[in-house]
């Protein structure tokens, strides 16, 4: 992703700056998404320009992203770069949260409880933003969908009227596709202690009647794929001893564990493999137009994982982690089902056993 980087990728020259960074110490093929932000907006060069170096798409936020190099783009920045983006074939990824003014009651505003987080971010902030979103993405289309850029809203939490207006945007033929992450399956507001701000993510994490919603619509399809929105933040900047989920850093630390949690929460559902593939590997490959991946098939690239769906474990102080910062992950604490045996990247074996490679062997990925 652009951000949480330093310098953020919003050109040419910061992208070239994260492709030398990576080189020889990569174990996994890893692409690069460039930023749309106010500053590159309206020059249509620079935004051609980092697309031209390979960045597979844009990423914007449509609220305060937390970064001071990364600010939030209106609806005048989205549709410029959506003018550029069609022509290139390639989407423009979504944070869509649009900030509102929330009055907190006097005894209702402890910050050490979750629901005082929860009423500051309520899911109107996403309806609001997705609504004026694919407005603006009707708006710069001339003629049918292909003319148009492709709009990609990245962690949906909210399941209800946010994700009606993508349904019908879908049914009119727009190009839109929709992701949801791993913590708001698993996870729900009731069941968040006061003072965990493990968490606590952006959009945030809702009720259990709305995590019912988003399984059923994954389950339906009208969610097509899952990300991990991984935020590896140093556990200083969570605010662990005072538990203030007003000021604590956002984020979910989960990289090493979304496989086996969409499979342990999924299992009541009735997920399966083939629905598995399909969240995690085809349809991502599809939306950064990878088309040598997503799928065991002659000719495509050996990126392959070993697993055994019906082993279980707890993650506690006994299981290996490779995070940098394991006690800052919300999954610690949990018994899953689903132990990754190996992984191959390239055809490579990167990873077996618990144990990595002790060669980078990964590659860029370029547009």
Same mark, same amino acid.
């Given at each position: 992703?652009p951000l949480?980087?330093?310098p953020s990728?919003?050109?040419?020259?910061?992208?070239?700056?994260?492709?030398?960074a990576?080189?020889?110490?990569?174990?996994v093929?890893?692409?690069?998404w460039?930023?749309?932000?106010?500053?590159?907006?309206?020059?249509?060069?620079?935004l051609?320009?980092?697309?031209?170096?390979?960045?597979?798409?844009?990423?914007?936020?449509?609220?305060?992203?937390?970064?001071?190099?990364?600010?939030?783009?209106?609806?005048s920045?989205?549709?410029?770069?959506?003018?550029?983006?069609?022509?290139y074939?390639?989407p423009?990824?979504v944070h869509?949260?649009k900030?509102?003014?929330?009055?907190?009651?006097?005894?209702?505003d402890?910050?050490?409880?979750?629901?005082?987080?929860?009423?500051?971010?309520p899911?109107s902030?996403?309806?609001?933003a997705i609504?004026?979103l694919?407005?603006?993405?009707?708006?710069?289309?001339t003629?049918?969908p292909?003319?148009g850029?492709?709009?990609?809203?990245?962690?949906?939490?909210d399941?209800r009227?946010?994700?009606?207006?993508?349904?019908?945007a879908?049914?009119?033929?727009?190009?839109?596709?929709v992701?949801?992450?791993?913590?708001?399956l698993?996870?729900?507001?009731e069941e968040i202690?006061?003072?965990?701000?493990?968490?606590?993510c952006?959009?945030?994490?809702r009720?259990a009647?709305?995590r019912?919603?988003?399984?059923?619509?994954?389950m339906?399809g009208?969610i097509d794929?899952?990300?991990?929105?991984?935020?590896?933040?140093?556990?200083?900047l969570?605010?662990?001893?005072?538990?203030?989920f007003?000021r604590?850093?956002?984020g979910?630390?989960?990289l090493?564990f979304? /496989?086996?949690v969409?499979w342990?929460? =999924?299992?009541?559902y009735?997920i399966?493999?083939?629905k598995? $593939?399909? %969240?995690?590997? *085809?349809k991502?490959?599809? /939306?950064a137009?990878?088309?040598l991946k =997503?799928?065991?098939e002659?000719?495509?690239?050996a990126?392959? $994982?070993? %697993?055994?769906? *019906?082993k279980?474990f707890? /993650?506690d102080?006994?299981h290996?982690?490779h995070?940098k910062?394991?006690?800052i992950?919300a999954y610690?604490g949990?018994?899953?089902?689903?132990k990754?045996v190996?992984?191959?990247?390239?055809?490579n074996l990167?990873?077996?056993g618990?144990?990595?490679a002790?060669?980078?062997?990964?590659?860029?990925i370029?547009?």
């Amino acid at each position: 992703m652009p951000l949480n980087s330093d310098p953020s990728t919003v050109s040419e020259e910061t992208l070239q700056l994260k492709i030398k960074a990576a080189k020889g110490r990569i174990f996994v093929n890893v692409g690069f998404w460039g930023g749309l932000v106010p500053e590159n907006a309206f020059n249509a060069t620079i935004l051609q320009n980092l697309l031209n170096a390979g960045a597979l798409g844009l990423k914007s936020f449509m609220c305060p992203s937390g970064i001071n190099d990364f600010p939030m783009t209106d609806a005048s920045h989205i549709k410029e770069g959506l003018s550029v983006l069609a022509k290139y074939k390639r989407p423009l990824l979504v944070h869509a949260e649009k900030q509102q003014e929330v009055e907190l009651k006097d005894g209702d505003d402890d910050p050490r409880s979750y629901s005082t987080y929860l009423k500051t971010r309520p899911s109107s902030m996403e309806e609001t933003a997705i609504r004026e979103l694919l407005t603006v993405a009707k708006d710069t289309r001339t003629g049918g969908p292909a003319e148009g850029a492709h709009v990609h809203i990245v962690h949906l939490s909210d399941s209800r009227s946010s994700l009606e207006l993508i349904k019908e945007a879908k049914s009119n033929g727009d190009s839109v596709t929709v992701e949801t992450c791993p913590h708001y399956l698993a996870f729900s507001a009731e069941e968040i202690p006061d003072g965990d701000t493990r968490f606590k993510c952006a959009p945030p994490i809702r009720e259990a009647a709305n995590r019912q919603k988003l399984w059923e619509a994954l389950m339906d399809g009208d969610i097509d794929m899952l990300s991990s929105d991984h935020s590896p933040s140093e556990p200083k900047l969570k605010l662990f001893a005072e538990g203030d989920f007003l000021r604590a850093w956002g984020g979910i630390s989960s990289l090493q564990f979304v /496989l086996p949690v969409t499979w342990s929460y =999924g299992v009541k559902y009735g997920i399966t493999l083939e629905k598995l $593939v399909s %969240w995690w590997s *085809e349809k991502p490959a599809k /939306l950064a137009s990878q088309d040598l991946k =997503g799928a065991i098939e002659i000719g495509k690239h050996a990126d392959i $994982v070993v %697993w055994e769906p *019906e082993k279980e474990f707890d /993650l506690d102080e006994n299981h290996t982690v490779h995070l940098k910062h394991p006690s800052i992950s919300a999954y610690m604490g949990s018994r899953l089902a689903g132990k990754v045996v190996a992984t191959f990247v390239n055809g490579n074996l990167v990873f077996e056993g618990g144990k990595h490679a002790p060669d980078a062997c990964g590659t860029t990925i370029l547009a």
